[in-house]
């Protein structure tokens, strides 16, 4: 870890990093020629898988594996969607490789096509992000100029029309299925699976969907070699034949309480503690971290006893949280309340639910209602049971939801509760020092709500 020596971001400091004259100066594209001339799309497929690459986009599904996936005899054509939708709180690496080195994405997203035979990526970026949109826009019309995309690309016989597709400004539109029904212009709504994209994805066709920094990590494998990645990380967990291990660098985002907030690449495996302490400067004056979101705000809170935890894909798990996610760390001092964070989160998540299951739209409107009751000094200590049933019982871990978004609604809700329980009892009981042991049923709503809802009702004469 000491000897660790930056990739995705070492061009990121250079003058118009973003431009291909500057790109090629550092080397850029040669790993896709080489490719191109020397390797098989299989081999390129192979590769890759046995770097033990995992998505960053949030899940951590092996990449190779997810390539194998696609019919090996079906006529095309093939779609590769890039996924820089990056909406998730506390997150903003994709944003930063978008804007300071797009070739670099663009070359791992060629690699990645050929190797997947796709003849057609769509880039689906978050709407929010202007200047990611005019580099990209600039560096993909630069590609088609140096004849790195569209017809035929380098003599190689290889074909690549690449589009940006602008997000649909909602948090849902990140989940591939949901993102696939975006482009094609409907409402993103996810999709059952099976049938997964690989299978029958965009227009019904076989898909495949990876995050920015994922293929950002595609071009380095190809360079450097599976070994190289593997020697970075975390090896499988011998005790657990489901580990598949956490290999390669990664970029974590750093907010909140610090001194100095930003976008940093280090191994996986580092300790939440280092990049909080030696990356971003420590906890801002002088104070001390009460909790901290380990990897966006769905995955919820590791408790400063609990800031050791490495910073894999396994890590955060293991220390009660939905896992890694996308690696956007959110540092909470001493003085922040955690009646505010819970109210964030579920109000976050109560606006992005789409809507499509029962639990996932009841469930988030259902929490934040409660958790609104309890700031406006109503809250009772039954309340916060209620909110663990509700969150014990919604999303894809329980098996209610199709998609993850309730699952991410969740996790903030449990850890809050289960890890700093003794912080908001105190706060129900000072608020609601006549209520607080009541276990009578409560309006859902608000009393100001009821009143103004009671006051619009037409009297019946």
């Known amino acids: 870890m000491e000897s660790f020596e930056p990739v995705l971001l070492a061009n990121i400091q250079k003058p118009d990093s973003h431009t291909l004259r500057a790109y090629e100066a550092s080397g850029g594209y040669a790993t896709l020629r080489r490719v191109l001339k020397e390797l098989s799309p299989a081999e390129v497929v192979e590769e890759v898988r046995i770097s033990g690459l995992r998505g960053r986009g949030g899940a951590g599904f092996p990449t190779g594996l997810k390539w194998?996936?696609?019919?090996?005899?079906?006529?095309?054509?093939?779609?590769?969607?890039?996924?820089?939708?990056?909406?998730?709180?506390?997150?903003?690496?994709?944003?930063?490789?978008?804007?300071?080195?797009?070739?670099?994405?663009l070359e791992g997203t060629i690699i990645s096509a050929y190797a997947t035979r796709a003849t057609t990526a769509y880039v689906y970026l978050r709407y929010e992000y202007p200047l990611a949109y005019r580099r990209l826009s600039e560096a993909i019309r630069e590609a088609y100029q140096a004849g790195y995309l569209g017809k035929n690309i380098l003599g190689t016989g290889l074909d690549l029309d690449m589009y940006i597709h602008r997000g649909a400004g909602a948090y849902i539109c990140g989940e591939e299925t949901?993102?696939?029904?975006?482009?094609?212009?409907k409402r993103a709504w996810p999709r059952t699976k099976p049938p997964f994209p690989a299978v029958e994805g965009l227009f019904r066709k076989p898909t495949v969907v990876n995050n920015v920094e994922t293929l950002a990590c595609v071009r380095h494998i190809m360079e450097r070699g599976a070994e190289w990645f593997r020697s970075i990380g975390v090896p499988p967990d011998p005790n657990d034949p489901r580990d598949p291990g956490s290999f390669g660098p990664k970029l974590f985002c750093v907010s909140g309480h610090v001194n100095r907030p930003g976008c940093f690449e280090a191994p996986l495996g580092i300790p939440c503690r280092r990049l909080i302490e030696e990356y971003a400067g420590g906890v801002r004056g002088g104070r001390r971290a009460k909790a901290v979101v380990p990897g966006g705000l769905s995955t919820g809170?590791?408790?400063?006893?609990?800031?050791?935890?490495?910073?894999?894909?396994?890590?955060?798990?293991?220390?009660?949280?939905?896992?890694?996610?996308?690696?956007?760390?959110?540092?909470?001092?001493?003085?922040?309340?955690?009646?505010?964070?819970?109210?964030?989160?579920?109000?976050?998540?109560?606006?992005?639910?789409?809507?499509q299951c029962t639990p996932c739209r009841e469930g988030t409107a259902w929490a934040l209602q409660i958790v609104e009751r309890i700031k406006a000094g109503r809250g009772r200590l039954v309340d916060l049971d209620l909110l663990l049933e509700i969150a014990d019982n919604i999303g894809i871990i329980p098996g209610t939801t199709i998609c993850g978004l309730a699952d991410g609604a969740a996790w903030p809700i449990k850890t809050a509760i289960r890890k700093f329980r003794g912080e908001l009892e105190d706060y129900i009981k000072r608020t609601n020092p006549k209520g607080w042991r009541s276990t009578r049923p409560v309006p859902a709503f608000s009393l100001e709500k009821t009143d103004q809802a009671n006051s619009m009702r037409t009297p019946v004469a």
């Not at 949901?178 to 212009?185: D, F, P, W």
Request: glycine share 10%.
């Open 301 to 355: 809170l590791l408790s400063a006893d609990e800031l050791d935890t490495p910073m894999d894909f396994a890590g955060p798990i293991k220390a009660g949280c939905l896992g890694l996610g996308t690696g956007g760390v959110i540092v909470l001092d001493e003085t922040y309340p955690i009646i505010d964070f819970l109210h964030n989160s579920c109000r976050f998540f109560a606006h992005e639910s789409c809507g």
């Open 178 to 185: 949901g993102l696939i029904e975006s482009i094609e212009g």
């Open 68 to 105: 194998s996936f696609l019919p090996a005899d079906h006529p095309g054509p093939i779609y590769f969607c890039v996924n820089a939708d990056e909406s998730e709180p506390g997150t903003f690496c994709n944003r930063i490789l978008l804007e300071l080195d797009p070739h670099q994405v």
